[in-house]
Structure formats: structure tokens, C-alpha cells
Antibody
Framework: QVQLVQSGPEVKKPGSSVKVSCKASGGTFNIYAITWLRQAPGQGLEWMGGIIPVFGTADYAQKFQGRVTITADESTSTAYMELRSLRSEDTAVYYC????????WGQGTLVTVSS | EIVLTQSPGTLSLSPGERATLSCRAG???????LAWYQQKPGQAPRLLIY???SRFTGIPDRFSGSGSGTDFTLTISRLEPEDFAVYYC????????FGQGTKVEIK
């Protein structure tokens, strides 16, 4: 059974960076889009960007352009999302999901930004 | 970015009743690249409908999607206790964006 397993919770200082991983197991990794989304406490879902690992080129939401980098390592079936210049408003649960309509989700990673 | 507006914000219904959720797009959603998700507290969202009207694997047939262009609807024919949750629509025809969600609560 295909699963997406994300890295654990993070606590970061304002101005720092965070890198969250998403490892796929039990199925084909490189031909499906991997998308990153986030959900602030009590809020809705926000698309950040995505990548198709076999092509390697990422696409980003305009809001996050220049502050986020999404990469994928086909050899380990792992996708990564790095967010820089963190601020308190970036406190959220970050999800990876497969496909353009997201038929498989990671469990989510809580990133807390606090001084 | 295509802005999606969901209505109503909250729907108060009883088990067994019919739920009708609306999602309106600020511009045309080409190829009906519109999906619906259900989210319960503390859980990741679950895909219900893709391509505006196709049910994802394992989704009960009481869930149905319809619409095209800029107006889309998710219908739950008879609410079961486990259907009380928040529902989001998403377009993936131009980048991606989500509606703000509709909460279906027990009346």
C-alpha cells in the first residue's frame, strides 16, 4: 500500500529556515506530481507548489516565490520542501500530497515559528 | 490565481438530510479540473471527487459532484453521522487553489 510519510514536528525561530521531507513507500514515486500545501491553525488549505520528480522542475504559488524550494530525490523516493525567512504567520501544518487532485496525503508536519 | 468561493460557510443539518454545497470560481475552470475534499479535525483531507463529478475509489455513492465552468456543487444525498466535517473545493486547472471551506454540522 502506497504511503507518504513526512518528517517530524519542527520549532523554528523567526528568520530561520525549515526543510520538511516526504518519503513515498510501496509504489511508483517519480511519475506522479508531489504537491506541498499548508494549513494554519483553524484555517483552510493553501497550495504552495509542486514537482514531478522525473522532470525535476518545480512550480510555485506566487505567494511563496523566492522563499520556498521544492526538490525530489528519485533514488530515495523522497520529496522536500524548504521554506526560508520564517515568520510567525508560517506556523502551520505542512502536508505533502500526490497528484494534481490529491488522492494520497502525508500525515502532516507541524512547523511552529516562535521566538 | 483562480479564486474559489464556497457557500454556505456553515450548513446545519440532521442525519438523513440532503446536503448541497456550492463552489463558485472567479474564472472558468478548464477541463473541469475541480476536486472536493472532506476533512475531519486532526486529520489530513480526503479526496472525494475529482474531475468535477468522478468519485474517488472507495467513496460512497451518496457523495456526488456536478457542475462545469465556474459553478460546481457537491451533494451528499443522505447524511451519515461520519459525514459531519469540513468540505473544501479545489481547482487544479491553473496552478491550484482552494475554497475557504464549508462546515457541515449536526443540527
Amino acid at each position: 500500500q502506497v504511503q507518504l510519510v513526512q518528517s517530524g514536528p519542527e520549532v523554528k525561530k523567526p528568520g530561520s529556515s525549515v526543510k520538511v521531507s516526504c518519503k513515498a513507500s510501496g509504489g511508483t514515486f517519480n511519475i506522479y506530481a508531489i504537491t506541498w500545501l499548508r494549513q494554519a491553525p483553524g484555517q483552510g488549505l493553501e497550495w504552495m507548489g509542486g514537482i514531478i520528480p522525473v522532470f525535476g522542475t518545480a512550480d510555485y504559488a506566487q505567494k511563496f516565490q523566492g522563499r520556498v524550494t521544492i526538490t525530489a530525490d528519485e533514488s530515495t523516493s523522497t520529496a522536500y520542501m524548504e521554506l526560508r525567512s520564517l515568520r510567525s504567520e508560517d506556523t502551520a501544518v505542512y502536508y505533502c500530497a500526490r497528484g494534481y487532485s490529491h488522492n494520497l496525503w502525508g500525515q502532516g508536519t507541524l512547523v511552529t515559528v516562535s521566538s | 490565481e483562480i479564486v474559489l468561493t464556497q457557500s454556505p460557510g456553515t450548513l446545519s443539518l440532521s442525519p438523513g438530510e440532503r446536503a448541497t454545497l456550492s463552489c463558485r470560481a472567479g474564472q472558468n475552470v478548464s477541463s473541469n479540473y475541480l476536486a472536493w475534499y472532506q476533512q475531519k479535525p486532526g486529520q489530513a483531507p480526503r479526496l472525494l471527487i475529482y474531475g468535477a463529478s468522478s468519485r474517488f475509489t472507495g467513496i460512497p455513492d451518496r457523495f456526488s459532484g456536478s457542475g462545469s465552468g465556474t459553478d460546481f456543487t457537491l451533494t451528499i444525498s443522505r447524511l451519515e453521522p461520519e459525514d459531519f466535517a469540513v468540505y473544501y473545493c479545489q481547482q487544479y486547472s491553473s496552478g491550484s487553489s482552494f475554497g475557504q471551506g464549508t462546515k457541515v454540522e449536526i443540527k
